[in-house]
């Protein structure tokens, strides 16, 4: 497949295609936001599920960059065709191999599905021949579905509130203009709470870490962590005190127990909360993009903080650099900047009038829209989108 010009193919919330020098260039950008650090002596070896996207490409490339860690990053992906490109996590997972082996990392980035049995025994070998116990691993993985490894049963997550219907202002685009519309969900079901407790609790974050334990690959002083999110009052209908809430809490559950029994003297384990961030699931999440736009203009550049910049405050508390930061709930806090009391106060104020507040030029809906636009590698900086690409990308190749 030759080069091609490429324009991006929009529905909503949704781009189905992804451009190769965009995606690149994003990765590119995370990289050289995050500030070097010498680092001697042994590289930990981490093993990121979710690596290539988010918090989990964030946590791995600052990692990488500052403490030289190597390991093992696992995404799914799916490939380019000569109908259509790659998915953005593809090209991005590309970049990043490149960026390892130019500053002489050693990660090897496998394309499997996290849940399944198969894509663990795969990674428990690649520990064991290559590079021995894990001492971090991160769950940050993110997905609309999950098969029960042990029923073979496709469960599906959903977004609703709990206990009844939910109304709230959204932030919708119109030729990249934005605008005020409203969005109405009903009440979740049971069954559908369940389920996504199924997909997005803390059950398959435990099948890993037991399956390190059996194999005898808990490095010394293992720490892992989940990401997680609890962020505002305004969002809490349909986050946390949500379906996906309960999620949380499962997950928030789980590291409990994973600390007093299969980790009980020989590691901890944490659940991570960290802070609005524009990403491809986040985007999913009715009034999120609203609340993230007007929290942006509510804080401005500077008072932001990016997913590289979090993923730098993590590593610094996980490698004992700075004191663990932790609530009364034994979760590692990253969003302070973020529910700072005045800081709240002044998003419900602008909440409470959001189509005054784009009226009025607010700055934070155009960031957005841009943001949300460079996670499928369009609209950033640098890039030249008139040239001809090959969107037929190869997925790295494993280490020799």
């Given at each position: 497949?030759?080069?091609?010009?490429?324009?991006?193919?929009?529905?909503?919330?949704?781009?189905?295609?992804?451009?190769?020098?965009?995606?690149?260039?994003?990765?590119?950008?995370?990289?050289?936001s995050?500030?070097?650090?010498?680092?001697?002596?042994?590289?930990?070896?981490?093993?990121?599920?979710?690596?290539?996207?988010?918090?989990?490409?964030?946590?791995?490339?600052?990692?990488?960059?500052?403490?030289?860690?190597?390991?093992?990053?696992?995404?799914?992906?799916?490939?380019?065709?000569?109908?259509?490109?790659?998915?953005?996590?593809?090209?991005?997972?590309?970049?990043?191999?490149?960026?390892?082996?130019?500053?002489?990392?050693?990660?090897?980035?496998?394309?499997?599905?996290?849940?399944?049995?198969?894509?663990?025994?795969?990674?428990?070998?690649?520990?064991?021949?290559?590079?021995?116990?894990?001492?971090?691993?991160?769950?940050?993985?993110?997905?609309?579905?999950?098969?029960?490894?042990?029923?073979?049963?496709?469960?599906?997550?959903?977004?609703?509130?709990?206990?009844?219907?939910?109304?709230?202002?959204?932030?919708?685009?119109?030729?990249?203009v934005?605008?005020?519309?409203?969005?109405?969900?009903?009440?979740?079901t049971?069954?559908?709470?369940?389920a996504?407790?199924?997909?997005?609790?803390?059950?398959?974050?435990?099948?890993?870490?037991r399956?390190l334990?059996?194999?005898?690959?808990?490095?010394?002083?293992?720490?892992?962590?989940?990401?997680?999110?609890?962020?505002?009052?305004?969002?809490?209908?349909?986050?946390?005190?949500?379906?996906?809430?309960?999620?949380?809490?499962?997950?928030?559950?789980?590291?409990?127990?994973?600390?007093?029994?299969?980790?009980?003297?020989?590691?901890r384990?944490?659940?991570?909360?960290?802070?609005?961030?524009?990403?491809?699931?986040?985007?999913?999440?009715?009034?999120?993009?609203?609340?993230?736009?007007?929290?942006?203009?509510?804080?401005?550049?500077?008072?932001?903080?990016?997913?590289?910049?979090?993923?730098?405050?993590?590593?610094?508390?996980?490698?004992?650099?700075?004191?663990?930061?932790l609530?009364?709930?034994?979760?590692?806090?990253?969003?302070?900047?973020?529910?700072?009391?005045?800081?709240?106060?002044?998003?419900?104020?602008?909440?409470?009038?959001?189509?005054?507040a784009?009226?009025?030029?607010?700055?934070?809906?155009?960031?957005?829209?841009?943001?949300?636009?460079?996670?499928?590698?369009?609209?950033?900086?640098?890039?030249?989108?008139?040239?001809?690409?090959?969107?037929?990308?190869?997925?790295?190749p494993?280490?020799?």
């Amino acid at each position: 497949m030759g080069p091609q010009q490429i324009t991006p193919k929009q529905r909503g919330y949704l781009i189905v295609n992804s451009h190769p020098a965009g995606c690149a260039a994003s990765v590119r950008q995370v990289w050289e936001s995050i500030p070097p650090a010498p680092h001697e002596g042994r590289a930990p070896v981490v093993l990121v599920l979710g690596s290539s996207a988010g918090y989990g490409m964030a946590v791995l490339l600052a990692g990488l960059r500052r403490h030289g860690v190597r390991g093992i990053g696992v995404a799914f992906e799916n490939g380019g065709t000569e109908r259509r490109t790659a998915t953005a996590g593809w090209y991005r997972t590309a970049e990043m191999a490149e960026l390892a082996s130019a500053s002489g990392g050693d990660l090897t980035f496998l394309n499997a599905d996290a849940y399944a049995d198969g894509t663990r025994a795969e990674v428990l070998k690649l520990l064991t021949e290559r590079y021995g116990p894990v001492d971090h691993l991160v769950y940050s993985l993110a997905s609309p579905r999950r098969t029960d490894p042990a029923t073979g049963e496709v469960h599906h997550s959903v977004i609703k509130p709990l206990g009844g219907d939910y109304t709230s202002p959204s932030l919708v685009f119109e030729d990249g203009v934005p605008q005020i519309g409203s969005v109405h969900l009903t009440a979740a079901t049971d069954a559908e709470r369940a389920a996504t407790v199924k997909v997005m609790g803390g059950e398959d974050w435990a099948l890993w870490v037991r399956a390190l334990a059996d194999e005898n690959l808990l490095g010394e002083g293992f720490t892992t962590v989940a990401l997680s999110y609890v962020g505002s009052e305004i969002t809490a209908p349909v986050y946390r005190q949500g379906t996906i809430g309960a999620a949380k809490e499962d997950l928030e559950a789980t590291a409990r127990k994973l600390q007093a029994e299969v980790l009980a003297g020989r590691g901890r384990a944490f659940t991570v909360v960290a802070g609005a961030a524009v990403t491809q699931a986040s985007t999913a999440i009715p009034s999120l993009a609203l609340y993230t736009s007007l929290l942006r203009d509510t804080l401005g550049a500077d008072g932001w903080r990016t997913t590289a910049d979090q993923a730098v405050d993590l590593w610094a508390q996980l490698t004992d650099s700075t004191t663990l930061n932790l609530d009364d709930q034994d979760r590692i806090r990253l969003d302070g900047w973020e529910l700072d009391p005045a800081v709240q106060a002044r998003v419900r104020e602008l909440w409470a009038d959001p189509a005054g507040a784009v009226a009025a030029g607010a700055a934070g809906p155009a960031w957005f829209y841009g943001q949300f636009r460079g996670l499928y590698g369009w609209d950033v900086p640098g890039v030249d989108y008139a040239a001809p690409v090959r969107t037929d990308v190869p997925w790295p190749p494993r280490q020799p």
